[in-house]
Every structure is written in C-alpha cells, then in structure tokens.
C-alpha cells in the first residue's frame, strides 16, 4: 500500500527521499513522487507513474532541498496517473504525502469547491491538503493548521505536510495507518515502515493513534490524540540497512523461501525448552490466561488465514480445543457469537492489516478478553492492541508474496497447540512429541528446497496455461488453497484450490488436457481417499502433478507426473509441501516474465479496508 517518506535536515534530502521510496517500493504502488522546499523557499514537485527508477529518471538531479517528503501511491481514487500521484500541492503553499482512505472526501469536494479550492486529481487526498491551506491561511502556523484540519477528516490515514511557509519543519499525523518517526543528528525523519530509513537512522519513534509529530532539525515534539505533549519510547531497530537486501538471489520472493530454515529457527529459538513449551515466549501473564481457555477464534487475512485453516486441525484433533477461523474482513461486520473463555488469536505478517485490525478492535467490543497476535512486526498496531503476542521470527519480508512469513506462523500455532494442549487432552508426552518434530523441521524444509530443481522441470507444463486446480484433503486442503493462491499471485494463472473430495460435485466438470491438477499427497491415513480422487482426474483425460511422500508408492507415467518427498510425519508435511508449491508458484511466474515481488493490483501491507 502506499509508502511514505519525508526528512527535515540541513543537507539535500532527495537522495535520502528516493532511497526510501526504492526501500518501500515492496509495499506495492503504482506511480511516486518528490516534493521539496527548494534554496528559495519554494515548493518544487516531481511525480511519474511507473516505478521509482522511472520517478528518479525525472529527477536527474534536477531538484534539491533541505525539507521534503515523498510517496509511493497504490491507487485507490483515481486511475493511477501523474496528477493523481502524491504529493499534493495546494496554491504552491502546502504539500502532502497521505496514505489511508478518507472516506468523507466527496463531502469536502463539495464544500471546499465552493470556497474556491480548485482540484487537480480524482483523488480522496487532496481535500487533506487544501483543509490544511485553509488553517495555514488563518494561522500561518503547519502544526495549529494540520490539528484544525484533522478532525474535518473520516476515515484512514498516515500523513507527511511541509509547507513553503516554513522551510524547516515537517508535520506528521496518523490514525489507522503506521508511521514512523525516524531520529538522526540535526536532522529527522518520517517514514511508513523501519525499512526506508535504515540508511540513515536506527532510532525510531513509533506514533500512536491519533498522534501528530512536529519536526524540525533541532526536535521532534509529538503530541496524542488529546493535543497533550507526550514521551514515545525511543526504540533501537536491530536491522541493518542490507538485512533487506536482495543479495546473491533474483528476487527477494526467493531469497524468502530460501530463507524458511533459518527463520522456522529463529522462531523457535527461546520459545522452547527440551520437550516443552514456554508459555512466556506469549507475554507476561499468558500462563493464567491460558489455564481458563476453553475455545480458539482465528482471524486473519489472506496467506495468514490460510495458516489459520491449517491451525483449526491441529486445536481440535491435537489439543481437542474448539477452534473456528474466519476472515477478518468478515468477521468485522457480522454479529458473531464467541463462547465464554476463548481466546482471540490475531495472525498477521505486517500486523497492520486493517480488516484484521477492525477484527480485533470488534472483538473487544463484543466482550472478548483475551487476544493473542501472533505476527512479524513487533512495533505494530496489531501487537499493540493484544493482550498477548508471540512474534514470529521470519525477518522482513519485501515480496509481496508471503511464503517465510507463513511458514513461521505454523510454527507458532503448533508452539500455541502444545501449551494449550499441554493443559488438557494433549498433556507433556503430547507436548513433548510437537516439540521434538518442530526441531527438527528446519532440516526437513531444507531436503524440501533441495527437491527446486525437480520443481523447476514442471514449470513449461503451467507457463502457457490459463488455469490450474490444486487438490488436497485434511491440513493439506488449505495448503492447497495457498498454492493456489500464490500461483494466482504472482503468475496471473487462475488457481482454485479444492478438498480433493469435493472434486466430483462439481469442479471435475473443468478437468481436461488444459487445466494442470497438483495434488499435495503426504503419507497419511487421507492418502488412499486422495488416491481415488487422483483417478478420477486421471479418468477424465487430466494432467496430475503430485508431490507425494515417498512411503505412498505413487507411479508416475505419461500424464501423471510425480516429486518425491522424503518421508515426513504428517503434522511437519504442511511446512514441507507449502515449501515445494511456493517453489512452483515462483519459477512458473519467472517463466512468464512477471514481476515477481511486486505483482500487479496488489500491495505488501493492506492498510485499507
Ligand atoms: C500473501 O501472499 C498475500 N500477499 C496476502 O494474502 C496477505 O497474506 C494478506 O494481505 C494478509 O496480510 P498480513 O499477514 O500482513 O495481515
């Protein structure tokens, strides 16, 4: 979604603009853009549609300025175009970089038209800058007249303002969308994540709901929703500017699947004991918290409800806890019923999801107790507003394609199963198995990477297709809904995934010689049910691709075309074979020439509704 950017220093801040924006490029977007305060006190402006190197192209070293902000734009209102892209300018006086939705825009269209506001874009946005005009025309202060203009506004935002009026300041403001403050010496900055200020700084300052910071080069004020000044903790980010580098690999989807060992490692690391689980890897007081629980409520978005599907298997037949999972963005507008004592569990890579956000904010109100974020992001809002958390240790993820991020929630929902489990029908020798298995999954993910090059063969079979079925039955059903969904993603190929015994009432009339079916087929006691399903495509003149545990003795021949897996046990084969259609899914895209970690119409951190 949207990137920000924005400094106040005493050398050109240009360059330090654009390599933000190239750093945040991952969030998806469609068109950017640069404004400064030029050497005399003016407001320069340069925006492009395309990417970044097309913005900087533009720029050629053409502008400069001490005092600037920048944007990525994901469009929203208004077709991607120049004059749509941010920031906006209003009477050469007042620029703005916004990331949100304000949902009363056209209202305030209609009102500021009135007053004389001409309008340059089809954008939501500009209404924010010329609101803020406005107060500046009454007060000739940015900060008085960005809180004047805030409560004017309905809806989402995170906001970067400078004006011409005050070459050294930079005024900030967020209310549903992240923004961060960056420290440096004699110069600050703003930004949408950590990611596009390392270069510069490794301090930073975490805004609050309803927040608005006030920067100059000697300070940073910032004041909460009631004006009243307040102290934010400093936090030190313990990533180095290259921790989100690309390096040896291609693309950074790659470089994140590779990265799965590691990261299921470092997730586990600390949380675990010989053979059991620590409830405090979950926050202070999750121990007590947990010896009430009688019941699950998952919600999530997207690869993170996926996780969530597979997570429902493991509370009810693991743990015999009732577990029910939904997306958030429909969990949020129905009534739904929770039984006393669950626990309401949050996953999510970015954390600032905002269907899952207005999830759990709904939940509270419907007298919910206990939330749980499972997510990546340690200083986002998710996290903030549970009661309780367990990180994941994925690392950042910059393709938009979620794959280590989803991997490492699995471990953490078994990491959750064994201490809820441990409590009831799972008990210690229950807990001590998932423990002992979860170690050694980093091996077991490493033997799925191995098997790339067998993957990469089957790629010609998919690169010319216009669909593909992905089967599979028990926790392989959702990890077949996230093949297809990955394959979807990033390759533009029309992927659904099935039960694979849901086939014949219905999608089996699709099945023929142009429509790939993959079939995950681990070795459980599914493997004879999803076996007759096999021969049911096999009979109708379709093409199969299995990956299929070795132990299950699957024969390939002309039109069945098989990966062995090494034996695994069944509760790792989610991990393993989501290794494997995440493989396919990237080397199909490849083949096709996408553009893999920043595939069209999507964004990396969906921070609108
Ligand atoms: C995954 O590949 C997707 N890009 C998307 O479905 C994502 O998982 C979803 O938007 C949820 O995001 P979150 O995990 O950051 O909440």
């Known amino acids: 979604m949207c990137g920000i950017v924005g400094a106040v220093a005493q050398r050109d801040v240009v360059p330090i603009l654009v390599e933000g924006l190239r750093r945040l490029e991952y969030r998806g977007y469609d068109s950017a853009g640069v404004a400064v305060i030029d050497g005399d006190a003016h407001l320069a ?116 303002v400078i004006t011409s009026e005050a070459p050294g300041r930079l005024v900030a403001a967020r209310r549903g969308c992240p923004l961060v403050v960056g420290l440096g010496i004699g110069e ?247 423990v002992g298995l979860l170690r050694t999954l980093p091996v077991l993910t490493e033997q799925a990477l191995s098997l790339d090059a067998a993957v990469q063969s089957w790629v010609p079979a998919f690169a010319n297709k216009q669909h593909a079925l992905f089967l599979g039955r028990g926790t392989q059903y959702p990890v077949a809904m996230e093949g297809a969904l990955k394959l979807k993603e990033i390759s533009y190929i029309h992927a659904e995934a099935y039960p694979a015994g849901e086939l014949k009432h219905g999608p089996l009339a699709l099945v023929d010689a142009d429509m790939p079916v993959v079939a995950v087929a681990p070795g459980n006691e599914l493997f004879e049910k999803l076996h007759s399903n096999l021969q049911e495509v096999r009979a109708r003149g379709g093409e199969l691709f299995v990956f299929a545990d070795a132990k299950n003795g699957i024969t390939a021949d002309e039109r069945t075309h098989v990966i062995t897996v090494p034996p695994t046990d069944d509760l790792m084969a989610p991990v393993v074979y989501t290794v494997l259609l995440q493989l396919l899914a990237y080397h199909v895209a490849v083949s096709k020439g996408a553009d893999i970690d920043q595939p069209r119409n999507l964004a990396k951190s969906v921070t609108v509704e």
């Open 45 to 160: 402006r340069t925006r492009s549609v395309g990417k970044v190197r097309d913005l900087e192209a533009r720029l050629d070293g053409h502008m400069a300025g001490a005092t600037g902000i920048a944007h990525t734009r994901w469009a929203t209102h208004g077709r991607p175009a120049t004059e749509n892209a941010h920031p906006h300018i209003c009477r050469k006086t007042v620029a703005l970089v916004h990331n949100g939705i304000i949902e009363n825009h056209e209202e305030l269209r209609r009102a500021q038209t009135k007053l004389g506001f001409e309008f340059t874009s089809d954008t939501d946005t500009e209404v924010i800058v010329h609101e803020i005009y406005r107060h500046l025309a009454d007060t000739h202060d940015l900060l008085e007249a960005v809180r004047r203009a805030l409560p004017a506004l309905r809806g989402a935002y995170a906001l970067g």
């Open 188 to 434: 600050h900055f703003i930004a949408s994540d950590v990611a596009a200020l390392l270069p510069v700084t490794q301090r930073f300052i975490f805004l609050e709901e309803g927040d608005v910071a006030d920067l100059t080069r000697e300070r940073v004020t910032i004041y909460d929703a009631s004006g009243q000044i307040v102290e934010r903790p400093v936090k030190q980010s313990e990533l180095s500017a290259d921790a989100v580098a690309r390096g040896e690999y291609r693309h950074y989807m790659l470089k994140e699947i590779y990265e799965q060992p590691r990261a299921i490692t470092d997730t586990l690391t600390n949380r675990i004991g010989l053979h059991h689980v620590y409830d405090e890897a979950f926050g202070t007081g999750a121990a007590a918290i947990f010896d009430t629980i009688e019941a699950v409520q998952i919600v999530a978005c997207g690869t993170s409800y996926h996780a969530g599907l597979i997570g429902r298997y493991w509370f009810e037949a693991l743990a015999e806890i009732p577990c029910s999972v939904e997306v958030a963005s429909e969990f949020r507008y129905r009534r739904p019923r929770l039984a006393p004592h669950t626990l309401f569990v949050t996953l999510s890579q970015s954390g600032e999801t905002a269907d899952t956000l207005a999830a759990l904010a709904h939940a509270k109100t419907i007298g919910v107790e206990h939330t749980l974020a499972i997510c990546n992001v340690p200083e986002s809002a998710l996290v903030r507003q549970s009661g309780l958390a367990l990180l994941t240790q994925a690392g950042p993820e910059i393709g938009v394609a979620s794959t280590k991020a989803f991997t490492t929630q699995l471990v953490a929902l078994l990491l959750l199963v064994a201490s809820l489990g441990r409590r009831g029908h799972l008990g210690g020798d229950g807990e001590r198995r998932i």
